[in-house]
């Protein structure tokens, strides 16, 4: 269980804009209010009005008047001439003025916004409309889209705040006074013989450098399991950090049996904060190309959420959600002809040559050693009370969240429906309509289901690639299940196509639902090698959605499925689990006030101790009997 664990809240406040080279611009500062609490008001400097004299008034002043005399007839001419030009006139400017103004309040002024680079332009479609939308007079019609815009960028900035609070700011300048795991020490507090099934394990963690000199600070990513490999069972720990190198793990036991206990230094707390302020410094960790097509052949050019370039760009926005997505534009080929995309990764680090020597594969998820042994548990007529409730949508999710025993996840705080059988699981899904919104983690939901309802056919839809849309009906029963990834970023070296690509706000829109309607949302992986305000910005887009699907449809079944753990041999800059986490709490945080289901398969991984992002097929099993649970 990793040790930056904390109840989220959700609050507001400014946000930090950022443009396309990875340069940051904050926003003003507040003013700080006063000792007492209470804002000062700027008093207002005016002089009192004083009425001026009344003047005294001049004689007139005589002066030659000419009188010419033209026909009646052409002074009515002359008149309605003269009219008819003032009324041409007026209904021109009219409508030159509402041009501008609707183009400057949704589009923004980019020759304003721009910033000029050496070499090049670089425009960042969100800062530019963010700054158009607030600092713009717009009409009633778009005051309300300027609040919400506002209240976003507010929350997005205070979320971001509050993580940079839970990660560690430390520098280095010897590999030697970094944490260590093998120095480090691991001790039972209240050790007994044995235990009972109910009782909590509590194991203090004090962790040392390479020379054997105790740490003063916290911020290790840790990550800890109590398992029993025999018996298939194993659950994580909540790690507390006191911030001056000592950790206490607590543990429940709930099963009876011998169990061990695994402590992983994941990355110590140098490497968390080189790779926290890594993260931050641009999007260039990952190239992406679009393939335009210009008749028979195929163009290639860059793509990217930044890029700096004089040639044009095609830009391809969303200006309800500020998303924003450009490619260079290939020469006589219109931006419409844009029809598959890739990426691959980019010889591009933001850490320093003493920083990426923290992160070579022999450093990465190190077992703290402890010698207390394997924990023996007995059932001493105790038992961990089972929840009675069924899971249901909008119940709260603690953490841990539950246990694996014999391979099949309990929730601690509700029980799971067991459907073993093909016929059971149908039953379930019986009259159905399913929406699988987001990443492979949920598309291999479709293969599972698919394999264990004989009923349930994939239907083609001559979609392109291995990315394509994947529809699933049982025509018998009357069930519909689809998958589609979600909008950019979407990281793959095959390509894809972008001719139905739309981000899953734009998509939960045209879900009409109703009570056999359910929707399940995974986002996390693609979005890893980006600044963290990208994928902020797509969740709260993401609950906006969701928010309106429920007001039209409040009994529509919304679930919202955490990422997986990975690899600890993936690329911890680009796609290590500490970018996961950071995101995974803000996700419970996001949405924690709205009535959905939440799946929380990092604390699934970590019970089931998979490093995968792709698990295999018991857990994802379970993830479906979870999400069954929830609908059915």
């Not at 009005?49 to 009515?76: D, N």
């Not at 029980?415 to 309509?433: V, Y």
Request: proline share 6%.
């Amino acid at each position: 269980m990793d040790h930056f664990e904390r109840e989220s809240e959700k609050h507001k406040t400014g946000h930090p804009r950022y443009s396309r080279d990875g340069r940051e611009y904050p926003s003003p500062p507040a003013t700080p209010p006063p000792p007492n609490g209470k804002r000062r008001r700027t008093p207002t400097l005016l002089q009192p009005h004083t009425p001026a004299p009344p003047a005294t008034p001049s004689p007139p002043q005589r002066s030659p008047i000419q009188v010419v005399v033209m026909p009646s007839s052409v002074t009515a001419s002359v008149c309605r001439a003269f009219l008819a030009v003032v009324l041409v006139s007026l209904t021109l400017l009219s409508y030159i003025m509402h041009r501008t103004e609707i183009k400057s309040t949704v589009f923004g002024n980019h020759k304003e916004s721009s910033t000029k680079q050496p070499g090049g332009t670089d425009k960042d479609f969100g800062h530019t409309f963010t700054v158009n939308r607030i600092s713009r007079g717009d009409k009633s019609a778009l005051s309300m889209a300027r609040v919400q815009q506002r209240g976003k960028e507010q929350e997005i900035g205070e979320i971001l705040k509050r993580l940079d609070q839970w990660m560690p700011n430390v520098t280095f300048r010897d590999l030697d006074t970094i944490t260590s795991a093998k120095n480090s020490k691991a001790t039972l507090l209240s050790h007994e013989g044995s235990y009972c099934v109910g009782d909590h394990l509590v194991v203090r963690l004090d962790v040392y450098d390479h020379l054997g000199k105790r740490k003063a600070y916290g911020g290790d990513f840790l990550r800890a399991r109590v398992y029993s490999s025999g018996l298939q069972a194993g659950t994580s720990g909540r790690i507390e950090d006191y911030q001056n190198g000592t950790y206490l793990v607590n543990f429940t036991l709930f099963w009876e049996g011998d169990i061990s206990v695994s402590l992983l230094l994941i990355h110590p707390s140098e490497g968390v904060s080189a790779l926290w302020a890594a993260r931050k410094k641009g999007y260039e960790k990952i190239a992406f190309t679009g393939r335009f097509l210009n008749g028979t052949s195929a163009v290639l050019t860059p793509c990217g959420f930044h890029i700096t370039t004089e040639e044009e760009l095609c830009e391809y926005l969303d200006e309800r959600d500020q998303e924003a997505f450009y490619c260079v534009k290939p020469k006589h080929v219109p931006c419409e002809a844009f029809v598959h995309l890739k990426s691959d990764n980019k010889p591009v680090s933001y850490l320093t040559a003493l920083e990426s020597r923290l992160f070579h594969r022999s450093n990465i998820g190190v077992e703290i050693p402890q010698t207390f042994g394997d924990i023996r548990v007995l059932s001493c007529n105790g038992h961990v009370a089972a929840p009675r409730e069924r899971c249901a949508i909008g119940m709260s999710s603690p953490t841990p969240s539950g246990f694996v025993w014999q391979s099949r996840w309990y929730p601690v705080f509700c029980t799971l429906l067991r459907l073993d059988t093909s016929d059971q699981m149908a039953a379930c899904l019986e009259r159905k309509l399913v929406y699988l919104m987001g990443d492979s983690t949920v598309r291999q939901w479709v293969g599972y289901l698919t394999k264990r309802v004989s009923t349930l056919k994939l239907f083609d839809t001559h979609g392109f690639g291995k990315l394509q849309n994947l529809y699933a009906v049982d025509t018998e029963r009357n069930i519909q299940i689809q998958w589609k990834k979600h909008g950019h970023p979407i990281i793959t070296v095959l390509d894809y196509s972008v001719k139905d690509h739309r981000y899953i706000p734009r998509d939960l829109d045209q879900v009409a639902g109703d009570r056999d309607t359910a929707v399940v949302i995974s986002l996390g992986q693609h979005f890893r090698p980006f600044p963290m305000e990208l994928f902020l910005r797509r969740a709260l887009n993401v609950r906006a959605a969701v928010q309106r699907l429920l007001l039209r449809s409040p009994c529509t079944k919304v679930v919202i499925k955490a990422e997986n753990i990975r690899e600890l041999s993936a690329d911890p800059e680009r796609f290590g689990d500490l970018h996961g986490y950071a995101q995974y709490l803000a996700l419970r945080a996001i949405f924690q006030d709205l009535r959905v289901g939440f799946i929380d398969a990092w604390d699934m991984s970590i019970a089931y101790g998979v490093n995968a992002v792709h698990p295999q097929e018991e857990v994802v099993e379970n993830q479906i009997h979870m999400f069954l649970t929830y609908i059915c």
